[in-house]
């Protein structure tokens, strides 16, 4: 059984840094892994994914260049580093992975399998 818990989120200011995480366990050795955000009355949105090999990352373009993906093997945590926040990255964030990577793309979410519960992200201006 593979299970994903998000941490770190809160409330922020335009400017502020943030490193929300996901800790992992179960069968997770080398699956693609990614972070999708929901904000009020919106889809689920992809964010940032990474490779189980670890050599491949992919960004929405609204968070190039400010938000970077990160998975540390040894500790089971996938991160994302957040920088130069807005009002609008204001949105539940949630990690999930995926068993097979059937769908060559890591933004199609119903691609995956197993998600966390969420963290709320809250960015004032």
């Known amino acids: 059984q593979v299970q994903l818990v998000e941490s770190g989120g809160g409330l922020f200011q335009a400017g502020d840094s943030l490193r929300p995480s996901c800790a992992y366990s179960g069968r997770t050795f080398r699956t693609d892994m990614a972070w999708f955000r929901q904000a009020p009355g919106k889809e689920r949105e992809f964010v940032a994914g990474?490779?189980?090999?670890?050599?491949?990352?992919s960004y929405v373009d609204s968070v190039k260049g400010r938000f970077t993906i990160s998975r540390l093997a040894a500790k089971n945590t996938l991160y994302l580093q957040m920088n130069t926040l807005g009002p609008e990255d204001t949105a539940v964030y949630y990690c999930a992975t995926r068993l097979q990577a059937l769908n060559p793309s890591m933004r199609v979410a119903s691609s995956y399998n197993y998600w966390g519960q969420g963290t709320q992200v809250t960015v004032s201006s």
């Open positions: 990474i490779r189980g090999t670890g050599d491949t990352t």
